[in-house]
T-cell receptor, first 113, second 113 residues
Framework: NAGVTQTPKFQVLKTGQSMTLQCAQD?????MYWYRQDPGMGLRLIYY???????DKGEVPNGYNVSRLNKREFSLRLESAAPSQTSVYFC????????????FGSGTRLTVV | QKEVEQDPGPLSVPEGAIVSLNCTYS??????FMWYRQYSRKGPELLMY????GNKEDGRFTAQVDKSSKYISLFIRDSQPSDSATYLC?????????????FGKGTLLTVNP
């Protein structure tokens, strides 16, 4: 059982480049989330999707866009990467509106130079 | 005032020690309380999950919630080097449309052999 799968695991971008982080879950969860984790800042919610067909902004949405492609997949796009977006990005999913907590992926380490 | 406060540590203990990790929160509407463990360069994984007040025990781990003091704790008995990780508390409201988790920033624990 794979759980939550994120690709790629590592990426280096130049300032101004774009990229899409992919996330897929195989647990039939309704809700999916994108977080970034920075030293001293903890986990900060970027965007979330309560169910297929809906997306909402979280705490730090600027510079990002998301797509809930289907129930399994939730992608995060950086249109024009900036050094401030250097971070570790985690995708998570949950069943029943967050009951029983979230299941996280293993993360994408992104460096923008 | 941040909604959830957690001492970042670092906390260093000898093997076999009892470890106490804590979080305080300001919003009395929080009803679900969780502890996540995050190993270095990995995603957070759910460790303990409790609803409302009281204690919950799972092997060497005990989660405690004191809603009157807005204080939650995680106790680890007979700590092992494999317990070395960052521990994040998380909490959410009960019901409604706001089911997103609010995380503490995490406490880094090292258990020395």
């Amino acid at each position: 059982n794979a759980g939550v799968t994120q690709t790629p695991k590592f990426q280096v971008l130049k300032t101004g480049q774009s990229m899409t982080l992919q996330c897929a879950q195989d647990m039939n969860h309704n809700s999916m989330y994108w977080y970034r984790q920075d030293p001293g800042m903890g986990l900060r919610l970027i965007y979330y999707s309560a169910s297929e067909g809906t997306t909402d902004k979280g705490e730090v949405p600027n510079g990002y866009n998301v797509s809930r492609l289907n129930k399994r997949e939730f992608s995060l796009r950086l249109e024009s990467a900036a050094p401030s977006q250097t971070s570790v990005y985690f995708c998570a999913s949950s069943a029943h509106r967050g009951s029983y907590g979230y299941t996280f992926g293993s993360g994408t380490r992104l460096t923008v130079v | 005032q941040k909604e959830v406060e957690q001492d970042p540590g670092p906390l260093s203990v000898p093997e076999g020690a009892i470890v106490s990790l804590n979080c305080t929160y300001s919003n009395s509407a929080f009803q679900y309380f969780m502890w996540y463990r995050q190993y270095s360069r990995k995603g957070p994984e759910l460790l303990m999950y409790t609803y409302s007040s009281g204690n919950k025990e799972d092997g060497r781990f005990t989660a405690q919630v004191d809603k009157s003091s807005k204080y939650i704790s995680l106790f680890i008995r007979d700590s092992q080097p494999s317990d070395s990780a960052t521990y994040l508390c998380a909490m959410r409201f009960d019901g409604g449309s706001n089911y997103k988790l609010t995380f503490g920033k995490g406490t880094l624990l090292t258990v020395n052999p």
